[in-house]
């Protein structure tokens, strides 16, 4: 197909526009010397001037607070791996359309507890909803994201839904994100991803496949998921025209459990202290976790554990010389409109990120066993079973609080921040039993406060910056120090 | 018992949950009280192991200070109004709470409920709902009630459960179930006998007494009914729907402006009593499960838009209704979702229909409330 | 029979002010606003003697008269009550007929308004219960900036760069304002933006309601100029012009359903 008749087709256009836009910041990335883009003259100056016409449309409308963070010195290197896998994935994503309308390849809209290796091996696309909605939040200025938003608020809907569907669903009524082939859902997680996901496939009146994850966390429930996971399958199958190849499966499977086991060792490099990990790329680890199977996720997390690793081994931490460190676990996870927040938390406050609930996995989760189809199948569900959120969406409190102090525990952490996403009505209604527990087991101060996923008008970057820095401004971080040395004597 | 005052008259004054003589009776005979608060929980088990069925409710809760400590603005002030009641001592009355995941907000009330509010020990079983209409989802619901009905029986120290005595329980529910519905159709009349406000009260009564009592009581003011004069000189014949609702007073809000409620989709009324439990021979937990499994699905349930809408337009023309109030309340993300498609759909239909967005405790807001209802009356009378 | 001389009233009592129009034969005679007594009744009692006085006539020269706003519901000389959101829609309507949809912006309310070619109430849409979107945000931002509410608008008529003000919390918003004083933004700037804000917020009901030209705005913040500006560009088309005070179009449309109403009653009795 030709590039002008590429772009009649509904979703190459936004995508392939979005993957220029990361072009143009692997551009700009790739000035020596250059820490913020007012050493180059600012946005407007580089876009008047300096990048090539084709990136200058999309930079203007770029998410500054991503690009400073992606430039600063610290966090450089990962930034341009970053900015790449941004590029290709959206590369991918805009040539999957064209493949659709040519040949008919299925396009999977899928939530993002997910793992996507099954989907692959049908020969059909992943996307997850949550992550095109990050694009626009990520990628974009402040008024493009929100205007995806108002969007879906103008048919009727109440602001305080998740913006984690919220953002793509706007983005579909504004013509940028076209009808996928099928919605895949796991509905017990979440009421607002839920509803939104069915409204989504009520509209496209396309199959909205599930398969059901129960309340609790022990081997009945175990039994019933898997069995739950095969039917899913099946009906997987039944939607691409293909049958499971083992093989096939086996390739993915194999990429995934590279990527992760990545993962899984920078999560135990991050108990060094001075913690030797960047908190800007909180959002991109829970993204890139659902892309396992696919060469994005190795390629960042490889290279994100490789940074680390560098540092653990120089004894390297990542705040400014000088700087006492405060170690911050986070109950929660993080925005993905306001990534210099972190790398604000590290140079003013020493407050460094060990890690999150929404990206940590427990080390019981483990790889997938490649044996053969059944082991893989099993351990596939035994993961998604376990997943961040997934498994936090299960049963009491227990599970989430228990998680979330062992965790603190093993990364040392110095203080638990529980900045939270207003749509998640789980955590709202256990952050005070989670807030005392911490305090009676762990003896560390924690913070709530209230942010969106994606909508920046709801809690600006100064406002948040207000709050943490209050909180943090009263810390005395060598009584907490000492504490900490206290308890791994 | 015997009432003096009249059927009709006792169940209008819908027994108090702190001075409630049903559940004081029923306690004094030495039986227990098993809190519930899902349309998904099947009372009949609970009923058929001896025990009293309470669907746990909020009326008059008008501030959630200390919810507010447990639980955060952005949950819905329905369950924290629960909560309030639980921290307060409302509900010391329970022996024993079943929970269901309803909806998010609602299962994380339960083990606040539990953990923070009880005074007591008391038996706390879970029924675990999956989310869509399957058979491998209907399997695990099952096998879900027969571990309860075991559960609650063992803890209690009660006899087996024998088919016979869930064969009773099913027929008095499905009893109540067919006078409701009686109570309904009198309501599709042009000139109705009874308020909309009137019904409500009459329905919720069945949460809160021995359903003997109450089918006898609800017999007999039916026939009361019949004597009274009609209802005239309204503007606007109204159903209502939307999020969960147990409080008769923004009915009388409704009424109190001209407009008539004359059915229903929530969850406190034609969800709870529309479909009857099967009574055929066989396996009596079979027949609870379909029944409450597949009746008509409250929006938590995935994939069944179609059917709401359907059951929704049905009920709209059965009882001739000139217009729609949905009630959204804040922090509600289900009935959210549900409620402004459900309105859009209507208006495509030439029904029109307003979205209402309000707290549990709405008294802040009864001078706006009273002006959109009135306005939406005015819209209708065109 | 209506008889020519016939006098009827339209008294909107809000929770700021009190409006009353008196009518008669299809004409205003006179208008009259006052700031809310203690009592609505009072409100009520004041401004409508107030209109009378200057029409020169007295409460017993009323043949019908129809209150509306928030305290309709208390006032012993009305013959019956409408709501403000059909008032607002008819007096709209009245003032420049070729009006479908109607703004109106008021001290703790915001209303969109969608009328048919009759002036009839066709569906409408008001504010969640917070402040923002409402004439109280602009009060209090107003405070905020350190000037008079009157002055909030020309002043920021002289901004060329509005400030971008994101929240959507007034709360936050007050926050946020204070910041970019301290930061040495322009005064005009800032009013700019909170005009631009303000307009953000009420385009939220506009389409959820759906706009139909022409587009009227009624309620006190009608007379900010720039948050006219504001909507006129989001709304990507003009606000027209009503020849009317935009603060007296609910007792406008109050005045006028009086009309109706007794027209009605006096076929009645003539039958």
Same mark, same amino acid.
């Given at each position: 197909m030709k590039e002008e008749e590429k772009l009649k087709v509904p979703g190459y256009e936004y995508f392939k526009e979005a993957s220029t836009a990361s072009q143009a910041a692997c551009f700009v990335l790739g000035f020596d010397e250059v820490d913020c883009l007012d050493d180059i003259g600012g946005q407007q100056f580089l876009v008047d001037e300096v990048l090539p016409k084709e990136y200058a449309k999309p930079f203007s409308h770029i998410n500054l607070y991503t690009v400073d963070s992606l430039l600063r010195p610290v966090n450089k290197e990962l930034g341009m791996v970053v900015a790449e896998v941004l590029r290709d994935w959206n590369m991918l994503a805009a040539e999957s359309f064209v493949e659709r309308a040519e040949r008919g390849k299925k396009i999977c809209y899928n939530y993002f507890t997910q793992s996507p290796e099954v989907i692959l091996a049908l020969d059909m696309v992943p996307m997850c909803v949550e992550v095109i909605g990050a694009i626009d939040a990520l990628l974009y200025d402040a008024d493009t994201c929100s205007a995806s938003v108002d969007r879906f608020e103008a048919e009727g809907y109440p602001d305080f839904l998740c913006s984690g569907q919220k953002v793509a669903l706007g983005m579909h009524l504004l013509g940028k994100v076209p009808c996928p082939d099928a919605f895949l859902k796991q509905p017990s997680i979440c009421d607002p991803s839920n509803?939104?996901?069915?409204?989504?496939?009520e509209k496209c009146k396309v199959p909205h496949i599930l398969f059901e994850a129960p309340y609790y966390a022990n081997e009945r429930a175990f039994r019933f998921f898997l069995s739950e996971y095969?039917?899913?399958?099946? *009906?997987? *199958?039944e939607l691409s025209g293909n049958k499971l190849d083992e093989g096939k499966l086996r390739e993915y499977v194999k990429l995934g459990n590279e990527a992760l086991s990545y993962h899984l060792k920078t999560q135990v490099l991050k108990a060094a202290v001075p913690?030797?990990?960047?908190?800007?790329?909180a959002i991109i680890d829970s993204a890139a976790l659902t892309m396992l199977g696919q060469p994005y996720a190795l390629d960042f997390f490889k290279a994100n554990y490789e940074i680390v690793k560098g540092r653990v081994d120089r004894g390297e931490g990542v705040i400014p010389e000088g700087k006492e460190e405060l170690r911050c676990y986070w109950g929660w996870g993080f925005n993905g409109y306001d990534l210099h927040f972190m790398d604000w938390l590290e140079d003013e406050y020493g407050a460094t990120w060990t890690g999150c609930s929404l990206s940590y996995i427990p080390k019981f989760v483990g790889l997938v066993d490649t044996t053969n189809m059944d082991t893989m199948i099993e351990s596939l569900a035994w993961r998604m079973f376990n997943w961040p959120m997934s498994r936090q969406g299960m049963s009491f409190s227990e599970l989430w609080v228990n998680d979330t102090l062992s965790a603190a525990r093993e990364l040392k952490a110095d203080c638990l921040m529980m900045g939270t996403h207003r749509s998640c009505r789980h955590f709202w209604a256990l952050n005070k039993i989670l807030s005392d527990r911490v305090t009676d087991e762990l003896d560390i101060p924690s913070l709530r406060f209230e942010f969106d996923l994606f909508e920046h008008r709801f809690t600006p970057d100064s406002e948040l910056k207000k709050i943490t820095g209050d909180f943090l401004s009263s810390l005395n971080y060598s009584k907490l120090h000492k504490k900490r040395e206290a308890r791994y004597k | 018992m015997s009432v003096q005052k009249g059927a009709l008259k006792e169940l209008l004054e819908i027994p108090d949950r702190r001075d409630n003589p049903y559940v004081k009776k029923w306690h004094t005979d030495g039986k227990y009280v098993i809190g519930y608060m899902c349309n998904y929980v099947p009372e009949e088990i609970i009923w058929a192991t001896g025990m009293l069925p309470y669907r746990l409710e909020a009326r008059d809760c008008a501030q959630t200070d200390e919810a507010d400590v447990w639980m955060h603005r952005f949950n819905c002030s329905y369950t924290r109004s629960i909560l309030q009641l639980g921290l307060t001592g409302e509900y010391d009355f329970l022996d024993g709470i079943c929970f269901l995941n309803g909806c998010d907000q609602m299962r994380r009330t339960y083990e606040l409920l539990a953990s923070k509010a009880a005074k007591k020990p008391m038996w706390q079983g879970m029924i675990a709902i999956p989310h869509y209409l399957g058979d491998n989802a209907f399997k695990w619901y099952k096998e879900e009630l027969y571990n309860i009905k075991e559960d609650l029986r063992s803890y209690f120290g009660a006899k087996k459960v024998t088919d016979e005595e869930l064969w009773d329980a099913i027929i008095l529910y499905n009893k109540s179930r067919k006078l409701i519905g009686?109570?309904?159709?009198?309501?599709k009349e042009e000139n109705p006998r009874i308020s909309g406000a009137d019904a409500f009260k009459l329905t919720l009564a069945a949460f809160y007494m021995d359903r003997n009592i109450y089918n006898k009581l609800l017999e007999e003011a039916l026939g009361e009914i019949e004597k009274r004069e009609p209802v005239s000189g309204y503007r606007a014949r109204i159903m209502i729907g939307g999020s969960?609702?147990?409080?008769?007073?923004?009915i009388e809000l409704i009424e109190g402006r001209g407009g008539l409620v004359v059915t229903d989709t929530m969850c406190f009324g034609t969800r709870f009593f529309f479909d009857l439990v099967e009574e055929k021979d066989g396996d009596p937990m079979e027949a609870l499960a379909k029944r409450y499994f597949y009746h008509n699905p409250c929006p938590r349930m995935v994939k069944e838009y179609g059917r709401r809408m359907e059951f929704?337009?049905?009920?709209a023309r059965g009882a001739k209704v000139d217009g729609v109030i949905l009630e959204r309340m804040s922090f509600c993300d289900l009935h959210g979702v549900d409620s402004p498609t459900i309105a859009k759909d209507l208006e495509t239909m030439g029904i029109p229909a307003m979205v209402l967005e309000k707290e549990y405790y709405m008294l802040p807001d009864v001078g706006r409330f009273q002006t959109r209802v009135e306005a939406f009356i005015e819209r209708i009378e065109g | 029979m209506m008889d020519n001389s016939m006098i009827v009233a339209g008294v909107d009592v809000g929770s700021l002010s009190g409006e009353a129009v008196i009518m008669s034969n299809g004409n205003i005679l006179s208008q009259e606003i006052i700031r809310v007594r203690p009592l609505p009744e009072q409100t009520a009692n004041d401004v409508t003697i107030k209109a009378l006085e200057s029409a020169k006539l007295s409460l017993d020269d009323i043949d019908y008269c129809v209150s509306t706003g928030y305290g309709r519901e208390m006032i012993p000389f009305a013959n019956g009550s409408i709501s403000e959101i059909s008032c607002h829609g008819k007096g709209a309507f009245w003032a420049t007929p070729s009006v479908r949809t109607v703004i109106d912006i008021g001290g703790q309310d915001c209303k969109v308004i969608r009328v048919d070619d009759k002036g009839n109430l066709l569906n409408f849409m008001m504010n969640d219960k917070c402040a923002a979107g409402t004439g109280r945000f602009l009060e209090v931002m107003a405070k905020t900036l350190g000037v008079e509410l009157r002055e909030l608008g020309p002043l920021a008529l002289e901004s060329k760069a509005p400030t971008g003000i994101t929240s959507i919390c007034s709360i936050i918003c007050q926050f946020e304002v204070m910041m970019l004083l301290n930061e040495g933004k322009d005064r005009p700037d800032i009013a700019a933006g909170i005009s631009k804000a303000m307009a953000r917020r009420v385009m939220r009901l506009v389409k959820g309601v759906g706009k139909k030209s022409d587009v009227a705005l009624t309620g006190g913040v009608a007379k900010n100029p720039a948050v006219v500006?504001?909507?006129?560009?989001?709304?990507?088309?003009?606000?027209?012009?009503?020849?009317?005070?935009?603060?007296?179009?609910?007792?406008l449309g109050a005045a006028l359903v009086a009309t109706e109403r007794l027209k009605k009653k006096l076929q009645k009795e003539t039958i």
């Open positions: 509803a939104q996901y069915d409204w989504w496939a095969k039917r899913h399958i099946k *009906e997987l *199958e913690c030797p990990d960047t908190g800007w790329h | 009686k109570l309904y159709d009198l309501r969960a609702l147990d409080d008769p007073s923004f929704t337009e049905d009920l | 500006k504001s909507l006129q560009e989001f709304l990507e088309m003009e606000i027209v012009k009503l020849d009317i005070d935009p603060q007296i179009v609910g007792a």
